[in-house]
């Protein structure tokens, strides 16, 4: 989602979903769950097969990495989805959800799927709404990732920069396929 949104900013902020997709070398049909999941929060509106940003999503382009994660971790916290899970840590005695926990949650979208839950986890953790412990294949909760009853406060620390920009995967056995993080998955998942 964050390529195609740069991409939109390249061509003035305002462009044919058509044009977007001829730009990627893509189908229509591969850019539209990235635009959905861009919508859902905010970032952009869709009208008459045009993409064009919103005040937010222009904000986030102008956004430092620190700043980008401030306001995609807002969005996400509006979602049912990352609002349930974020509940679910914050009420858990340990403040963890493990990987069978996380996948019930999820099985109550609209599509659960293995690569659903590891591009929920990796926008999770990108957003520093949770971290996810590969080895104990568990959630956990961050301090500090709860709104305050005032709706202002610090944002914790950004995480430990992974291997490459944006979200990464958390551990998968050999024989699971990688995806890229955001799609199509986590769009109808947060629907």
């Known amino acids: ?22 730009d990627l070398d893509l189908e229509i049909d591969e850019i539209l769950p990235s635009l959905e999941f861009a919508e859902i929060l905010q970032l952009v509106k869709v009208s008459d097969g045009r993409a064009t940003f919103t005040d937010l999503g222009k ?10 994660k401030s306001l995609l971790r807002e969005g996400l916290r509006k979602t049912t989805l990352f609002k349930t899970l974020v509940r679910a840590l914050e009420s858990s005695p340990t403040h963890e959800l493990s990987d069978h926990e996380l996948a019930q949650i999820v099985s109550l979208t609209t599509a659960p799927s293995e690569e659903v ?35 202002t406060g610090r944002s914790p620390p950004p995480s430990p920069p992974s291997s490459g920009p944006g979200p990464s995967a958390p551990k998968r056995s050999p024989s699971t ?15």
């Not at 989602?1 to 001829?22: F, R, T």
């Not at 986890?121 to 909760?141: K, M, P, Q, S, T």
């Open 177 to 191: 396929p990688s995806s890229d993080p955001p799609g199509a998955q986590v769009a109808h998942a947060l629907a």
């Open 59 to 68: 904000r986030l382009m102008a956004g430092t990495i620190r700043g980008r």
């Open 117 to 151: 839950v590891q591009n929920i986890v990796n926008w999770g953790r990108y957003a520093d709404l949770f971290r996810y412990d590969a080895d104990e294949r568990r959630l956990i909760a961050v301090k500090g990732i709860t709104a305050p009853k005032g709706g």
């Open 1 to 22: 989602m964050l390529g195609l949104l740069v991409l939109l900013q390249n061509h003035h902020d305002s462009e044919d979903v058509a044009l977007l997709a001829d």
